[in-house]
């Protein structure tokens, strides 16, 4: 399975939706963005950016480039993870987690 295919399907999950309801987020025919989920056919360039906005994503992180000032690709991973996630919080959920973030590098100073 391409790797666009595989990110369709992993965003759909980390949002809980269903293919006919990221079609339907979209703005496309379920069997089009099935084909896409699937990796049987892939979207042209201005499709695939009304995917990833409409998913609340980026067109790099569903086609699977990493940031270039990344030299640790496991790192960027879980960077795209959290960004993603982060997509489908409340600004309180979000303050949350910087919060927590930020108390993790404060005590790493520490001690």
Not at 9 to 25: D, V
Request: hydrophobic share 40%; charged share 25%; with cysteine.
């Amino acid at each position: 399975m391409d790797t666009l295919a595989k990110r369709l399907q992993e965003r759909a999950q980390q949002l809980g939706i269903s293919n006919a309801e990221a079609a339907r987020r979209v703005g496309l025919d379920e069997r089009r963005y099935a084909h896409y989920a699937s990796g049987r056919r892939e979207p042209d360039l201005a499709t695939l950016v009304r995917i990833a906005e409409s998913l609340g994503t980026s067109p790099n992180w569903l086609l699977g480039v990493a940031p270039s000032s990344s030299s640790d690709p496991q790192l960027s991973a879980y960077i795209d993870r959290f960004a993603n996630a982060a997509n489908g919080m409340t600004k309180p959920e979000i303050e949350m987690c910087v919060i927590q973030a930020e108390a993790v590098v404060a005590a790493k100073s520490r001690g």
